[in-house]
């Protein structure tokens, strides 16, 4: 079985902070990414990475920026966390030879 | 721009009744796309896919149907159960490249309620 694992569950942080979410997979996967989830707006990519220290924006970079440094583990990094900035925070990964993304538990941060 | 829509926030339904969730899509360049069910504090997980060349497929009493013409596709579960309660995202990607990362558009989810 997949397993996509994220450091934390819930996170609470104040305005102005630097944050930092990590997520590592067991899979061997090339492909990860970071989703934000918010209610009525579904899943929005923030940020994918497709090999070792390669990264590429998604639908909402601003605010965020990423860390791949060994295959299994990607960071998303909040570098001033805003209020507008809490959400779930979901990490997922797949191998290049399938669409079916797996996703982590997701982090619920709250920013103060 | 929302590529993906699911137009109904919610859906309730009787148990052991079907329950069918509906999505739409704008992008015609779509050619394989997924449904993925969320329990509260869970992310998603994977339910069914289909690809653009076929109109069905099922798996147990999960079946999605895809209109390409109409750009909808629609998720029918029968008989419904009370495990069945989640929020349900549509997704869409193209699948043009045989490897690589796979950009998955999602739709704004429906929450779907199964009544006893």
């Known amino acids: 079985d997949v397993k996509v694992t994220q450091s934390s569950r819930y996170l609470v942080k104040r305005t102005g902070e630097k944050v930092f979410l990590e997520c590592v997979q067991d899979?061997?996967?090339?492909?990860m990414f970071w989703y934000r989830q918010d209610p009525g707006l579904g899943l929005r990519l923030i940020y994918f990475s497709y090999d070792v220290k390669m990264k590429e924006k998604g639908d909402i970079p601003e605010g965020y920026s990423v860390s791949r440094e060994k295959k299994e583990r990607f960071s998303l990094i909040l570098e001033s966390a805003s209020t507008n900035q809490t959400s779930m925070y979901l990490c997922?990964?797949?191998?290049?030879?399938?669409?079916?993304?797996?996703f982590g538990p997701g982090t619920r941060l709250l920013v103060l | 721009d929302q590529q993906v829509k699911q137009n109904s926030p919610s859906l309730s339904v009787q148990e052991g009744r079907i329950s069918i969730l509906n999505c739409d899509y704008t992008n015609s360049m779509f050619d394989y796309f997924l449904w993925y069910k969320k329990y509260p504090a869970e992310g998603p997980t994977f339910l069914i896919s289909?690809?653009?060349?076929?109109d069905k497929n099922e798996d147990g009493r999960f079946t999605v149907f895809l209109n390409k013409s109409a750009k909808h596709l629609s998720l029918h579960i029968v008989p419904s159960q009370p495990g069945d309660s989640a929020v349900y995202f549509c997704a869409a990607s193209r699948r043009g490249i045989i490897q690589g990362a796979q950009k998955l558009v999602f739709g704004q989810g429906t929450r779907l309620t199964i009544n006893p």
């Open positions: 289909i690809s653009s060349i076929k």
């Open positions: 997922a990964s797949h191998t290049g030879y399938q669409e079916t993304q797996y």
């Open positions: 899979m061997d996967h090339e492909n």
